[in-house]
């Protein structure tokens, strides 16, 4: 069941367009800076978009869909109580705000400003390795669905050579992705990924829409609670879910506490944190950016309530059955879990709409890949290889090694994704391979951001010991595979309490130095820089309007979306409690669960259509900005993340 020329069309007039933009940035790309953060000129609606599409991402589309078929609609329950910590990261420019003031281009280079250039290639290494190790499944993964959405042979003949498809359509995805980052850097992943963002999010409305006028919000209703379940398992019910494999309640309690303490530690996407055009820009940008991200649930969620319907509802026996014909050719269960949700909306989807989607997918893998592929070569040259430097490089030869190290990044991932068997539900791979690193980089950066009188021995501490305790902990879980002494999700959580008391104790105990100067190192009071410089408030209204957070850097408009966020996450927040309340203390029926899911669904649509024309606005004016501050920038060749000892 291959694609129709209608749906090939539409996928490649996606790629035609993106190439286009690709080679109009190849002209502003004139520095180090440029290349790692887009020559720090981007604004809220572009990063934003950006920011959001990157995160998005062909795996963790597939990431997504599969946690929703196998947890239904319960998971998205969950996730509410996580409001609190996402509105607090939201409006505070949590992380993201002293981040940007510092004017680094990498946390190892932070590292090395706040502690010392020997932690720096410590924890270099540390975020290089288990980056890669989580990067390296990924073209495994985004292969899987092109071959299996698009009905691809496993075999084809070119030049009368038989080639598997699985390695040679990675290697044609992965040399897209090279292609597009080699030319511009920052400045071509941010401006594709504005691109792709806008694109699919259209497309996000298209499909739905479709989608729920071929299987009926009936069907799909009547299937959830047709779903293998048991008394303690429901796909509509949150409070059935104890029992739930992998996914349940505890799953999103941990989770939201990982996400507090481990903001920003991953690199996968460094080249964001360091292109905002001030720290106020960063502090916005993650404003808007969670406020698109809450449009984008709409895929999420429906896709896989469509699959469900298809698998399970007797009406749609016959595409269930075509669906499972495909899955029956699969021989990693792993896999089967992943390509369930593509597979079975394969059976549903007309022409046009099997193009769509694979476009989406493809843009999906090309913003994640380009920017992951960005950030781990930058994290590479600057916090590995340039630190053990003993001569000085130009401007020139830095960008050089940059470009290498792209495809020094390329061939790892192809490699470890031929080699590399999936055995964990994807959510749960991620989560423990990411706590190699954020287990104990959490804790330093953290603790170098807020904290005065955090020392490099407790950085040294927190470093050691979440890496060591994550690792001891895969190698239990290898060794007792059939009866794990500790799930993934615990070990995740050890490692992040192992390394705060590390990083606290050893650093209260351990030194009597004296405070560290914060103000220097986040260039506030007397070292700020003229062009970070944020507007002191001078009447009593806008001292009153900052005590709330808001200071005279706010515009009107900055008010008007930072006050309506905070009225939008308490209400929801709200209903996550009130239903809670009734939960706990009485039975609520499964048909009031679904009523309830009919009526949250509606509001996202809503909201998504609202946030798909709001955001291409401002994100093309915003580009616009980007590419007029660029042509016209005078650059510093010496703004390149090497630090120099005497600055220190």
């Known amino acids: 069941m291959g694609m129709h020329w209608v749906d090939w069309l539409i996928l490649i007039s996606l790629a035609t367009c993106l190439c286009l933009f690709v080679w109009t940035t190849r002209r502003y790309m004139q520095s180090v800076a440029d290349f790692l953060a887009a020559g720090r000129c981007a604004r809220r609606y572009l990063l934003g978009t950006a920011m959001d599409m990157a995160g998005t991402g062909a795996v963790n589309m597939v990431a997504s869909m599969q946690m929703l078929y196998i947890a239904g609609l319960t998971a998205s329950y969950w996730v509410l109580m996580s409001i609190p910590v996402g509105l607090f990261i939201s409006i505070s420019g949590y992380v993201v705000y002293r981040f940007r003031a510092t004017r680094v281009f990498t946390i190892g280079e932070l590292f090395e400003r706040r502690y010392s250039r020997n932690f720096r290639k410590f924890a270099g290494l540390v975020a290089f390795g288990a980056g890669l190790i989580s990067f390296g499944i990924f073209p495994a993964v985004a292969a899987q669905f092109f071959i299996h959405f698009c009905g691809f042979p496993d075999r084809f003949v070119c030049v009368g050579i038989e080639i598997s ?284 951001l807020y904290w005065k009188r955090g020392t490099t021995a407790g950085a040294w501490t927190a470093m050691i010991l979440g890496p060591a305790t994550a690792i001891i902990g895969i190698v239990l879980r290898s060794i007792f595979e059939e009866n794990p002494p500790i799930s993934t999700l615990q070990l995740t959580f050890l490692t992040m309490i192992v390394a705060v008391l590390g990083y606290v104790l050893v650093s209260l105990f351990g030194s009597k130095m004296k405070p560290f100067n914060m103000d220097r190192f986040l260039r506030r009071g007397e070292y700020t820089l003229e062009e970070d410089q944020a507007p002191e408030a001078s009447s009593l209204r806008e001292k009153l309007w900052k005590g709330f957070g808001m200071g005279p850097e706010f515009t009107r408009g900055d008010r008007f979306i930072y006050i309506w966020t905070c009225a939008w996450a308490t209400s929801l927040f709200s209903v996550f409690l009130v239903l809670l309340y009734f939960g706990l203390t009485r039975e609520i029926s499964d048909a009031f669960w679904l009523d309830f899911w009919k009526v949250w669904l509606s509001i996202i649509f809503t909201f998504a259509v609202i946030c798909t024309v709001w955001f291409t606005i401002g994100g093309c004016i915003d580009l616009k900005h980007l590419y007029g501050r660029l042509r016209n920038r005078e650059r510093d060749r010496e703004d390149d993340g090497i630090v120099e000892q005497e600055t220190l």
């Not at 729920?212 to 008394?231: F, R, W």
């Not at 055009?277 to 950016?289: D, F, N, Q, R, V």
């Not at 698998?311 to 749609?316: C, E, K, R």
């Open 165 to 448: 498809t699985f390695p040679a359509l990675m290697a044609f995805l992965l040399v897209f992705a090279v292609s597009f980052t080699w030319i511009g850097g920052q400045i071509s992943v941010l401006v594709t990924d504005f691109v792709q963002g806008v694109f699919c999010s259209v497309l996000y409305i298209v499909i739905v829409i479709v989608l729920l006028g071929k299987v009926s919000v009936t069907q799909i209703s009547e299937a959830l609670l047709m779903a293998p379940a048991t008394d303690e398992a429901s796909l509509v019910n949150p409070f059935k879910t104890r029992h739930l494999e992998s996914f349940s309640y505890w799953y999103f309690i941990m989770s939201t506490l990982l996400q507090l303490y481990a903001y920003k530690t991953f690199q996968g996407s460094a080249g964001y944190n360091c292109s905002p055009e001030t720290p106020h820009e960063a502090k916005m940008a993650g404003i808007l950016s969670g406020m698109r991200a809450f449009s984008l649930m709409l895929l999420y969620k429906v896709l896989p309530l469509v699959a469900i319907a298809v698998m399970f509802h007797p009406d749609l026996a016959a595409l269930g059955e075509g669906a499972k014909q495909i899955l029956s050719q699969i021989t990693n269960p792993e896999v089967v879990s992943q390509m369930t949700v593509p597979v079975a909306l394969r059976q549903v989807m007309p022409v046009g709409l099997v193009g769509a989607f694979a476009a989406i997918f493809f843009a999906a893998f090309l913003s994640t890949h380009t920017t992951m592929l960005h950030s781990w070569a930058g994290v590479f040259v600057q916090d590995v290889v340039l630190p053990f430097r003993k001569s000085p490089i130009s401007p020139e030869q830095h960008i050089k090694l940059l470009r290498g190290a792209l495809l020094g990044v390329a061939v790892f991932v192809f490699l470890f994704s031929l080699s590399f068997k999936q055995t964990e539900h994807l959510k749960l791979f991620f989560m423990i391979t990411g706590a190699i690193y954020s287990g104990g980089a959490g804790a330093c950066l953290l603790g170098g």
